[in-house]
C-alpha cells in the first residue's frame, strides 16, 4: 500500500534558523512527488512536484529535492512567515489518480 | 478565476442530519476531488472526478457518502445520517489532467457533529 511518512511532527526555528524536512515514501512505481504548505484554516497550497530521482526545485527560501526513497525540503534562512504545516504527497492508486499525504510537519519560525 | 470556493465554511449539525457542501472548482480544470482532514492528519482521498463522471471512490467512504459533479461544473457532497466521526474538514481540489499532482485547494467546509 502506497504510504507516506513525515518528520519531524514539529520543528521549531530561530529566524535564519536554517534546517531540512524529510518526507519518506513507499510507493510501487513513482509517478510524482509534491510539496504543499498549509496555512491554519486553509486548504494546502501547492508548492513543487518531483518525478525522478536527483531532482531538485527551488523557490525563494525553499529548496525540494528527491532520492529513491526520501524526499527533503530544505529551509533557507527562514522568516516567521514561512510558518505552516508542510505537506508531502505521493502520486497513488492503480492509474495514479490520486494524492496520497503524509500527516505534514508544523514548522514555527520566531523571529 | 477566483480560484477553487467551498460553500458552506462551517456547518454544525446534530447527529442523523443529511448536510450538503458544495464545491466551484478552477472553470477551465477538469478534474475535481475531495478530500477529508483532521487534525494532525493530512488530506485523505475521498472521489474525484474527470468532467462529469465520478472515476474512483475511496474504499473507506461509507455508503452514507454521496457526490455529483453534474454538467461537470461545481460538484455537491452530501452525507446521509451524520455520525460523530464525521466531524472533520471537508476539502475540494481541481486540477487538470495533465497535472494531476498539482491541485488547487478550497478554503474547505468544517463540519461539526454535536
Known amino acids: 500500500e502506497d504510504q507516506v511518512t513525515q518528520s519531524p511532527e514539529a520543528l521549531r526555528l530561530q529566524e535564519g534558523e536554517s534546517s531540512s524536512l524529510n518526507c519518506s515514501y513507499t510507493v510501487s512505481g513513482l509517478r510524482g512527488l509534491f510539496w504543499y504548505r498549509q496555512d491554519p484554516g486553509k486548504g494546502p497550497e501547492f508548492l513543487f512536484t518531483?518525478?525522478?530521482a536527483g531532482e531538485e526545485k527551488e523557490k525563494e527560501r525553499l529548496k525540494a529535492t528527491l532520492t529513491k526513497k526520501e524526499s527533503f525540503l530544505h529551509i533557507t534562512a527562514p522568516k516567521p512567515e514561512d510558518s505552516a504545516t508542510y505537506l508531502c504527497a505521493v502520486q497513488a492508486g492503480e492509474y495514479g489518480n490520486k494524492l496520497v499525504f503524509g500527516a505534514g510537519t508544523i514548522l514555527r519560525v520566531k523571529s | 478565476d477566483t480560484g477553487v470556493s467551498q460553500d458552506p465554511r462551517h456547518k454544525i449539525t446534530k447527529r442523523g442530519q443529511n448536510v450538503t457542501f458544495r464545491c466551484d472548482p478552477i472553470s477551465e480544470h477538469n478534474r475535481l476531488y475531495w478530500y477529508r482532514q483532521t487534525l494532525g492528519q493530512g488530506p485523505e482521498f475521498l472521489t474525484y472526478?474527470?468532467?462529469?463522471?465520478?472515476?474512483?471512490k475511496s474504499r473507506l467512504l461509507s455508503d452514507r457518502f454521496s457526490a455529483e459533479r453534474p454538467k461537470g461544473s461545481f460538484s455537491t457532497l452530501e452525507i446521509q445520517r451524520t455520525e460523530q466521526g464525521d466531524s472533520a474538514m471537508y476539502l475540494c481540489?481541481?486540477?487538470?489532467?495533465?497535472?494531476?499532482?498539482?491541485?488547487?485547494f478550497g478554503p474547505g467546509t468544517r463540519l461539526t457533529v454535536t
Open positions: 481540489a481541481s486540477s487538470l489532467v495533465v497535472s494531476i499532482g498539482e491541485q488547487y
Open positions: 518531483l518525478y525522478s
Open positions: 472526478f474527470q468532467n462529469e463522471a465520478q472515476l474512483e
